[in-house]
């Protein structure tokens, strides 16, 4: 009977995280301008409690975040982190569904030499 309840359980719990959607953020962010820019600002996002995956494209100044509606995703937040890393958070756009794969990594680059030989701050 034991064994029974515990599944039942697990299931509901197993169900309740299937159920849980995820948002997608797509940050526009000044000063990035390499790979290394990129990840940078990804492993700062990625600490965040809730955030799931994060995507970077150079060539548009974008950051997609994936996390969960419960992330304390503020723009004072995102602003002062990001600033704190050397870059300017212009602002954020909200969708309601994830485009991106939970666990992803996945930065565009804009080309090699240009980021070996511009100035990080």
């Given at each position: 009977?034991?064994k029974?309840?515990?599944?039942i359980?697990?299931l ?7 159920n849980a959607k995820?948002i997608?953020?797509?940050l526009?962010?000044d ?6 820019c990129?990840a940078t ?7 965040i409690?809730g955030?799931h995956?994060v995507s970077t ?6 950051i ?8 304390d ?12 890393k050397?870059f300017?958070y212009?602002?954020?756009t ?12 996945d930065v565009?680059?804009t080309?090699f030499?240009?980021g ?5 701050s």
């Amino acid at each position: 009977m034991k064994k029974i309840l515990l599944l039942i359980t697990g299931l509901m719990l197993m169900n309740a995280n299937a159920n849980a959607k995820d948002i997608q953020y797509d940050l526009r962010v000044d000063g990035m301008t390499c790979p290394f820019c990129a990840a940078t600002s990804e492993k700062a996002l990625k600490k965040i409690n809730g955030v799931h995956a994060v995507s970077t494209d150079l060539e548009k100044a974008t950051i997609s975040v994936c996390a969960s509606k419960e992330t304390d995703m503020s723009d004072a937040k995102l602003k002062n982190m990001l600033k704190k890393k050397g870059f300017t958070y212009v602002n954020k756009t909200k969708q309601e569904q994830c485009t991106i794969r939970i666990g992803e990594t996945d930065v565009k680059k804009t080309g090699f030499l240009r980021g070996l030989f511009h100035k990080h701050s």
